[in-house]
């Protein structure tokens, strides 16, 4: 999402104590900590523990969205929308972890092992840091540091060795570098932190949100950012989420921000929404233009072979056709599967 302004006043954090705070942010600026299984944890190097190169065929979750809307128009007659809305439910698409959920290790367990059977590779998505969102979509996320750090380790606990792709924290760097967030510091150290656990694993591939072009222009700025949060320990960073700008323009960015990592960073974009670029003007109806605007069309086509320098895949993250926020009358609330907005997108055609 676009960062938007003025900041609305943060909330002070509550429920922990200056020891546990000092002793668990010590511990992860040192760039060590307790992995997915209780033990020690230390940063990988990419170039010697990443895994495999992504697989070609990415999980399409038989039971998403848009599949239950096209067995239910065909049911009331509604061939063409179906057959239109079968661009969306046919291709495959991250699942997101918001910290709705009080069991995410069978959560992740049970996901990884769907796509397991279909031999395929799943793509996830954390979004659950303290103040995430800054408060564009109110103050989501774990209530403490160490709530996150919990969090974290318990998602890992359900990777068990299986194939998966994490998208960390869409716009908490960016945020940071923005510094919207109460304590800056912490929350650079706890993406560190969730890195190195993720990393743990040994099978699990980790992109850390960079935000999109029209976000942080400073590209030494952000690299800066992402650097404190880890990112040499990851396999990458990702742009784009949730965002609709093209994907010419996030290669010419990634390749601007990667050199500003020493050109050896690879990363992945977000093209599920971005088929007719970002709406043209800062508004619509009186809200933000990144929410939910109207006229746009779906992007490339998820893919791990994209010919493209240090591109590792185009990925469908934002699913298509769920709400960005209740930003104008009769429009859902984030995250909520919105029919008419997913078919939009299926009928325009890109441009």
Same mark, same amino acid.
């Given at each position: 999402?676009?960062?938007?302004?003025?900041?609305?006043?943060?909330?002070?954090?509550?429920?922990?104590?200056?020891?546990?705070?000092?002793?668990?942010?010590?511990?992860?600026?040192?760039? !060590?900590?307790?992995?997915?299984?209780?033990?020690?944890?230390?940063?990988?190097?990419?170039?010697?523990?990443?895994? @495999?190169?992504?697989?070609?065929?990415?999980?399409?979750?038989?039971?998403?969205?848009?599949?239950?809307?096209?067995?239910?128009?065909?049911?009331?007659?509604?061939?063409?929308?179906?057959?239109?809305?079968?661009?969306?439910?046919?291709?495959?698409?991250?699942?997101? $972890?918001?910290?709705?959920?009080?069991?995410?290790?069978?959560?992740?367990?049970?996901?990884?092992?769907?796509?397991?059977?279909?031999?395929?590779?799943?793509?996830? *998505?954390?979004?659950?840091?303290?103040?995430?969102?800054?408060?564009?979509?109110?103050?989501?996320?774990?209530?403490?540091?160490?709530?996150?750090?919990?969090?974290?380790?318990?998602?890992?606990?359900?990777?068990? &060795?299986?194939?998966?792709?994490?998208?960390?924290?869409?716009?908490?760097?960016?945020?940071?570098?923005?510094?919207?967030?109460?304590?800056?510091?912490?929350?650079?150290? $706890?993406?560190?932190?969730?890195?190195?656990?993720?990393?743990?694993?040994?099978?699990?591939?980790?992109?850390?949100? @960079?935000?999109?072009?029209?976000? *942080?222009?400073?590209?030494?700025?952000?690299?800066?950012?992402?650097?404190?949060?880890? *990112?040499?320990?990851?396999?990458? /960073?990702?742009?784009? *989420?949730?965002? /609709?700008?093209?994907?010419?323009?996030?290669?010419?960015?990634?390749?601007?921000?990667?050199?500003?990592?020493?050109?050896?960073?690879? /990363?992945?974009?977000?093209?599920?929404?971005? &088929?007719?670029?970002?709406?043209?003007?800062?508004?619509?109806?009186? @809200?933000?233009?990144? !929410?939910?605007?109207?006229?746009?069309?779906?992007?490339?086509?998820?893919?791990?072979?994209?010919?493209?320098?240090?591109?590792?895949?185009?990925?469908?993250?934002?699913?298509? &056709?769920?709400?960005?926020?209740? !930003?104008?009358?009769?429009?859902?609330?984030?995250?909520?599967?919105?029919?008419?907005?997913?078919?939009?997108?299926?009928?325009?055609?890109?441009?």
């Amino acid at each position: 999402m676009t960062a938007v302004s003025p900041r609305p006043s943060l909330p002070t954090r509550t429920g922990r104590t200056a020891l546990l705070t000092a002793v668990a942010l010590t511990a992860l600026v040192a760039g !060590c900590g307790t992995g997915a299984d209780g033990g020690p944890v230390a940063e990988r190097s990419t170039a010697a523990t990443s895994p @495999a190169p992504l697989p070609p065929i990415l999980y399409v979750d038989p039971d998403n969205a848009a599949a239950g809307q096209v067995t239910e128009w065909e049911r009331r007659g509604r061939a063409t929308d179906a057959a239109a809305l079968r661009r969306i439910s046919t291709r495959p698409t991250a699942r997101w $972890l918001v910290g709705d959920s009080g069991a995410v290790t069978e959560e992740v367990s049970a996901y990884l092992a769907g796509a397991a059977r279909a031999g395929q590779t799943p793509v996830l *998505v954390t979004h659950n840091l303290p103040q995430r969102d800054c408060g564009r979509q109110g103050y989501g996320g774990a209530e403490t540091a160490e709530a996150y750090q919990r969090w974290i380790r318990e998602l890992a606990g359900g990777v068990r &060795g299986r194939p998966v792709t994490v998208i960390l924290e869409p716009g908490a760097v960016p945020d940071a570098v923005d510094r919207c967030v109460a304590d800056v510091d912490e929350r650079l150290a $706890l993406l560190r932190d969730a890195v190195a656990v993720l990393g743990s694993t040994g099978s699990a591939r980790v992109y850390l949100d @960079a935000g999109h072009p029209g976000w *942080v222009r400073d590209s030494t700025k952000l690299a800066a950012a992402l650097d404190r949060a880890g *990112v040499a320990g990851a396999d990458g /960073f990702a742009l784009n *989420v949730a965002n /609709f700008g093209t994907t010419a323009e996030n290669v010419a960015y990634g390749h601007r921000l990667s050199d500003a990592l020493g050109g050896t960073a690879n /990363f992945v974009i977000d093209t599920s929404r971005n &088929g007719n670029g970002p709406y043209p003007g800062r508004t619509v109806k009186g @809200a933000p233009s990144w !929410c939910n605007p109207p006229g746009r069309a779906l992007g490339e086509e998820p893919t791990t072979r994209t010919g493209l320098d240090r591109v590792d895949a185009l990925l469908w993250i934002k699913y298509p &056709g769920e709400s960005d926020g209740a !930003c104008r009358p009769g429009e859902p609330e984030i995250g909520t599967w919105w029919p008419r907005y997913a078919l939009d997108l299926a009928d325009h055609p890109a441009s």
